[in-house]
């Protein structure tokens, strides 16, 4: 049961390092003689409006979405342990600011906060920047639910009777904290990144789908995806649909992973 | 009461803070509605371009602004679109309704589905549809409603009118309440007075609806508060997707204009949408569930 996840992270990483390192062309490459084909041999998914090799562009997209959900993660974690280390161990004051600012961060619903966001910064900026933006706006709407959780576990943790002893023994709140507090946490933050990580590859598919991420000519599955919108074409040119298929398998993978994850260390959403 | 209260007063505050957040967040934003104007069209001239601002109140005190936008939303006009120069009551009237009339009967049929497939899934012990629809859950929105899309175009269906957008948004809200009705289901058949009642012959419809429905209702009631703003958020997309004339395409010509009023009064509006349906859900659990009118049990 546990193996086959295992066996599907691993198609995703090499799918990402693929994505940097080789793809069978460029996927900026135009190509004018071989506009809008279908699949064949040259081109395994077919070629777009402007004959860019789709497999190539799938590849390259899928690495930079990858990358930016996984470092969306980390940083959105990180966030959130830190606050919810804050609320949970020091109490009284701390705990009743992070939780009150979380709890304005989840009355918004999450798609509106996280264009919102967006449109406060920049609009036309270089496609690295546009990466570390669509990074930062990610973790900054969504460190609030697991912050809470985190904060949860924390406080459970502190009220056990070994930390009671401890403190009776004399130790200072930092020895406490490291040893008698931290370690509880491990189980949360790890089931929360396998929840985390596809959602946030899933906002910045959105946002590139929705014209806020990366530009037209850098590939992005979000972009890749604008070739469904248009309708007309696709009755006749069933193939612009491959992308959105591919796609299907990496987040199933990561369903699959975060239910097992949740399962072992027994914390629900 | 005193419990309700305070649930008023504490919505109300949050309602506040995010309006003053996002004010505070588009006042620092690099640009605004005319800084992309002048982008677009060379012949636009510093001067002219500060006289538009001074007029359409951009460059008074963000304090000020922030009154006379609390100002404006008490007058019932809810601010004013720098793009169309029109109270936003007139703009957002027929795009919400746009929106409520996909929002709505989608939320009713998902509510219906969900229901019926957890109540099927823990009556004849369907137990491995859970995973599925987890992973189905998971299927990003973009995916699946353009995938959905494909699906009618291909073959020959309307896509114009609100079916599409509908059925769409149904599909996208069904696993979460599945899976949420299921687990409060699965926790409900294995409370003891459910078994006693079990044990005792009790079996059918009175069972499920007067022992079993009841002690899952909590969660859910909950939980209807939240899909009712999920829906909000994912009929934005289904929205830009499909075409609908609601407050998605309507939110997303804002941001790319950068028509900051507009994109403040939905967000405080939705903040507000979303702190009354949990008030509501509240209201409704201090009314059926005793063990919340008791304090400290």
Same mark, same amino acid.
């Given at each position: 049961?546990?193996? #086959?996840?295992?066996?599907?992270? &691993?198609?995703?990483?090499? #799918?990402?390092? &693929?994505?940097?390192?080789?793809?069978?062309?460029?996927? #900026?490459?135009?190509?004018?003689?071989?506009v809008s084909q279908?699949?064949?041999? &040259?081109?395994?998914?077919?070629?777009?409006?402007?004959?860019?090799?789709?497999f190539s562009r799938f590849l390259a997209g899928g690495s930079w979405s990858l990358v930016t959900g996984a470092a969306a993660t980390a940083l959105a974690l990180g966030l959130a342990w830190t606050l919810g280390?804050?609320?949970?161990?020091?109490?009284?004051w701390w705990d009743w600011g992070i939780m009150a600012l979380a709890d304005v961060f989840l009355s918004v619903p999450w798609l509106y906060l996280l264009i919102g966001i967006r449109a406060a910064l920049p609009l036309d900026v270089r496609p690295r920047v546009v990466v570390a933006l669509t990074l930062a706006v990610i973790a900054a709407i969504s460190?609030?639910?697991?912050?809470?959780?985190?904060?949860?576990?924390?406080?459970?943790? &502190?009220?056990?009777?070994?930390?009671?002893?401890?403190?009776?023994?004399?130790?200072?709140?930092?020895?406490i904290f490291t040893r008698h507090i931290l370690g509880d946490t491990a189980a949360v933050v790890a089931a929360q990144a396998l929840i985390l990580f596809p959602r946030f590859v899933l906002a910045e598919v959105t946002l590139s789908f929705l014209g806020l991420g990366a530009g037209e000519q850098d590939p992005s599955w979000g972009g890749l995806l604008l070739g469904l919108k248009q309708t007309y074409l696709l009755g006749r040119e069933w193939w612009r649909v491959l992308p959105a298929v591919l796609m299907l398998p990496v987040f199933a993978a990561c369903a699959w992973g975060a239910q097992l994850a949740v399962r072992r260390s027994g914390v629900t959403r | 009461m005193v419990f309700l209260f305070r649930r008023f007063l504490l919505a109300t505050a949050q309602v506040l803070a995010v309006s003053c957040l996002s004010f505070a967040m588009f006042s620092a934003a690099a640009g605004d509605f005319y800084s992309a104007a002048t982008a677009a069209d060379p012949r636009l001239r510093e001067g002219s371009v500060n006289a538009l601002r001074r007029r359409a109140g951009?460059?008074?005190?963000?304090?000020?602004?922030?009154?006379?936008?609390?100002?404006?939303?008490?007058?019932?006009?809810?601010?004013?679109?720098?793009?169309?120069?029109?109270?936003?009551?007139?703009?957002?009237?027929?795009?919400?309704?746009?929106?409520?009339?996909?929002?709505?009967?989608?939320?009713?049929?998902?509510?219906?589905?969900?229901?019926?497939?957890?109540?099927?899934?823990?009556r004849f012990g369907f137990g491995s549809w859970e995973p599925g629809?987890?992973?189905?859950?998971?299927?990003?929105?973009?995916?699946?409603?353009?995938?959905?899309?494909?699906?009618?175009?291909?073959?020959?269906?309307?896509?114009?009118?609100?079916?599409?957008?509908?059925?769409?948004?149904?599909?996208?809200?069904?696993?979460?309440?599945?899976?949420?009705?299921?687990?409060?289901?699965?926790?409900a058949i294995r409370l003891e007075f459910v078994g006693l009642a079990r044990s005792r012959g009790?079996?059918?419809?009175?069972?499920?609806?007067?022992?079993?429905?009841?002690?899952?209702?909590?969660?859910?009631?909950?939980?209807? +508060?939240?899909? +009712?703003?999920?829906?909000?958020?994912?009929?934005?997309?289904?929205?830009v997707i499909t075409g609908w004339p609601g407050l998605g395409p309507f939110f997303l010509d804002a941001v790319q204009a950068r028509d900051y009023p507009v994109v403040q009064t939905v967000i405080a509006g939705l903040a507000a949408l979303l702190a009354l349906c949990n008030f509501a859900a509240d209201v409704l659990l201090y009314r059926l569930d005793p063990r919340i009118r008791t304090p400290h049990v």
């Open positions: 049961m546990s193996r #086959l996840p295992a066996a599907l992270a &691993a198609v995703i990483v090499l #799918l990402a390092a &693929a994505g940097f390192f080789a793809t069978p062309y460029d996927p #900026l490459a135009q190509n004018r003689e071989a279908g699949p064949n041999a &040259a081109h395994w998914m077919g070629t777009d409006d402007y004959g860019r090799d789709v280390c804050l609320a949970g161990f020091r109490g009284g460190w609030a639910r697991p912050a809470r959780l985190i904060r949860g576990v924390v406080l459970s943790a &502190a009220n056990r009777g070994s930390v009671e002893a401890a403190r009776g023994f004399g130790a200072g709140e930092w020895h | 951009l460059d008074r005190p963000l304090p000020a602004r922030y009154a006379a936008w609390l100002g404006s939303v008490a007058s019932g006009e809810f601010g004013e679109s720098i793009a169309y120069h029109l109270p936003l009551r007139a703009l957002l009237g027929p795009r919400i309704r746009a929106t409520l009339r996909v929002a709505l009967p989608a939320l009713a049929a998902a509510w219906v589905m969900g229901l019926l497939l957890a109540f099927a899934a823990v629809a987890a992973a189905v859950a998971l299927i990003p929105d973009v995916v699946a409603v353009s995938l959905l899309l494909w699906v009618a175009v291909w073959a020959g269906l309307p896509t114009g009118t609100m079916t599409l957008p509908v059925v769409a948004l149904a599909f996208a809200l069904l696993p979460g309440i599945f899976l949420h009705a299921a687990s409060s289901l699965r926790a009790l079996g059918g419809a009175r069972l499920w609806l007067r022992y079993i429905l009841p002690a899952a209702a909590n969660p859910l009631i909950s939980l209807a +508060a939240l899909t +009712a703003a999920g829906a909000i958020g994912a009929s934005f997309l289904v929205e």
